[in-house]
Every structure is written in structure tokens, then in C-alpha cells.
């Protein structure tokens, strides 16, 4: 399965509602006060922290899957999860074959490196949806740039779940993809001792893709400390919600003063602040399409016919919106406009996007 696809007795066992070789491993419940403690060693975590992390793990993982529905038009289903923690160089042992790494750095509420590893033929396996090559089995620029956009898709709907669930603002930078031939390559910023989640999106019959996600075990902890505290807060809020109606204080809902005619004649009359404020005022002739070929082309003598017939009214624009139509005039030498037409309000607001800029 390191290699990104499922086997047939893999597939069996998942329909059997069991996973022979990724069993869920994410540890104990954790009470809700529970916070990591010193003794556990700090080249792992323990239990009950895999357990709060897996309960995160399913919400990201299930956020995730419908982001990448979105993106494919392929129902999406999350599954598989599983959680482990240890030496860096032990870890990535496990993949094999050729990866694509992605790094995101947080800053903000949560910093450190969130780096997914992902199989190539997992990748193939979403890229090929999106690209519309169902027989690729090239990892092109084209399926990294490809790719890339699921990485930013994904870390979207991450960073919607942690925002949520952390009570923090976590700013995710710009991803960086890199094109591994060998998992031994990988590499994450902030120790060599680090948390793996790995888990499978199920791409309804379009196969399966497995992500692996790399973070540094000091990050992890910052997470599950966090939440924690996020959850602790939470029901502490409610216990004093609940509690409120005992203590005989009288809730009324909010009133509003009625509204005072004459409010709006007051708004209208600011209107003269606005009169000396210059606008825009341009006068269409008419459009057309062409080509780049054509455009290339054109040189002086070059005539372009546009879309208007001789003799058919010019729009007026104030700052690129049609408000009126006109016939063109000469005064003086100079050509004008006499407007013939006002737009009016509802025809502004049904007009076609082509006939603005």
C-alpha cells in the first residue's frame, strides 16, 4: 500500500469494515481535562494525545475529501486514518518509491511545517481526474502544477478545521512541491523526531489515493495542547449557559427604535459632497473579436470591423457602465455625442457582461 494504491485484499478488507494492514491506531479516548504530560518521552506522544489528534484527524480528513470532491466532480470519501510517531528516518522507511513532497509553512496561532507525501501513483490517481488522462502514468510538470493546486485546495479546508477548532488564526504560506525519486529525500523543518497521520481518499470508481502528512512532534503537541484548551473552553461557556436561568436574571429581547421619516431625505441631501468628484465618461463605438493570429497581423492600413452597423447608437459609459446611448455629431470640428437614450435602472442591472470592460 506505500506505493499509493490498494490491493484487491485490501479493498476486500475495507468493505469488510476492517483494514488489515492500516488498522485505525489513534489511541485512547482522552478525557476532557487531559493535557500531555512530562513523562512522556519526547521523541513520541502518547495515547490518549493520539486519540485527540485522531478526533482532529477525521474532522481534517473529512473537510479535506470535500474540498477534493469539489475540485474533480468525484464524490470524495475519507477512511483509513492512522497515526504514529518516532524517528524521522525510521518513519519515511516505510514509502516506497517515488513522492511528491509538499511543504506548507503556518505562522500565526500554530507554527512549524505541514508536509504532505504522497505516492506518485496516488497523485496520478487525482491529477488524471482533473486533467482529463485517465491512462497517465507520467509525473509531467503538468501533473505537479496540477497537483499543486489540490495541495492548495486541501490546506484550505486544514486550515478552516484548525482555525475552528484551535480558536487560533493560522496563516498558511504558498506550498512547495518537490518531485522526489526516493522517500529517503524527505525532509521536515524542526527536529528529526515527528508525528505521521496518513490516510486513503476513497475517488468513488476512479481509484484511491493515499496522503501521508509529516508534522514535528513539538508542533503536534502545540496542537493537542491547544485543543484541549479550545474544548475545555467551550464547555466551560456551556456549563455557564446552562447555569444562567437559575440565577433569575430576566432576558428581553433587544428593541429597537422605530424608524424616523425623513432619514433618507437627510442621506440624499449629502449627495452635494460627492458633486466635484470627477468621472470617467467614454463613448463605445463599438467591439469585436479577433484572434491573436489577426492581432499579429494587423499593421497600419488594417481595418477592423466591429460589431455596430453605420448609423446604429453609440453607449455611453461613466466609469465602464452603460448608462446611456447617443448618436455621434460634429461641433466645431469635434466630434460629440447627442444622447438619445437614458438606461434605466433595471436595464443597467440586466445588462450583459460583453457589453462592459
Not at 216 to 241: H, V, W, Y
Amino acid at each position: 500500500m506505500s506505493d499509493g494504491t490498494l490491493s484487491q485484499d485490501e479493498i476486500d478488507a475495507l468493505l469488510q469494515g476492517t483494514d488489515e494492514l492500516m488498522t485505525e491506531n489513534l489511541g485512547t479516548t482522552a478525557p476532557m481535562n487531559y493535557e500531555a504530560g512530562p513523562s512522556v518521552s519526547a521523541e513520541s506522544i502518547s495515547e490518549n494525545d493520539k486519540a485527540t489528534l485522531g478526533d482532529l484527524l477525521r474532522e481534517i480528513g473529512t473537510a479535506q475529501a470535500a474540498a477534493i470532491s469539489t475540485l474533480t466532480s468525484v464524490t470524495t470519501k475519507f477512511s483509513s486514518p492512522f497515526i504514529d510517531a518516532g524517528q524521522l528516518d525510521a518513519l519515511k522507511k516505510d514509502i516506497k518509491g517515488k513522492v511528491i513532497q509538499a511543504k506548507v509553512s503556518l505562522t500565526g496561532g500554530l507554527s512549524g511545517e505541514w508536509v504532505y507525501i504522497v505516492p506518485d501513483k496516488s497523485v496520478l490517481a487525482v491529477t488524471n481526474i482533473l486533467i482529463g488522462q485517465d491512462d497517465n502514468t507520467e509525473v509531467t510538470d503538468l501533473v505537479i502544477n496540477t497537483f499543486g493546486e489540490v495541495i492548495t485546495q486541501t490546506t484550505g479546508a486544514l486550515m478552516s478545521v484548525l482555525t475552528d477548532r484551535l480558536g487560533k488564526t493560522i496563516t498558511p504560506g504558498f506550498p512547495h512541491l518537490d518531485f522526489l525519486q526516493d522517500a529517503s529525500a524527505i525532509s521536515v523543518a524542526g527536529g528529526a523526531y515527528v508525528v505521521r497521520m496518513n490516510y486513503v481518499f476513497n475517488l468513488q470508481d476512479k481509484g484511491s489515493a493515499r496522503f501521508f502528512v509529516f508534522i514535528p512532534i513539538t508542533m503536534a503537541r502545540s496542537i493537542i495542547s491547544s485543543f484541549n484548551a479550545a474544548k475545555n473552553a467551550s464547555a466551560l461557556a456551556a456549563g455557564q449557559e446552562a447555569a444562567a436561568p437559575m440565577t433569575g436574571i430576566q432576558i428581553k429581547p433587544v428593541a429597537f427604535e422605530p424608524l424616523q421619516m425623513g432619514v433618507e431625505s437627510e442621506a440624499m441631501g449629502n449627495i452635494t459632497l460627492l458633486l466635484d468628484v470627477p468621472m470617467r465618461v467614454t463613448v463605445e463605438l463599438g467591439r469585436t473579436k479577433m484572434t491573436i493570429k489577426d492581432i499579429l497581423g494587423l499593421g497600419e492600413g488594417s481595418i477592423i470591423e466591429l460589431d455596430k452597423l453605420a448609423g446604429e447608437p453609440v453607449d455611453i459609459l461613466v466609469n465602464d457602465k452603460a448608462i446611456a446611448q447617443g448618436e455621434v455629431v460634429v461641433i466645431d470640428e469635434n466630434f460629440a455625442v447627442r444622447v438619445t437614450k437614458i438606461v434605466t435602472p433595471m436595464e443597467r442591472i440586466f445588462e450583459s457582461p460583453e457589453s462592459q470592460f
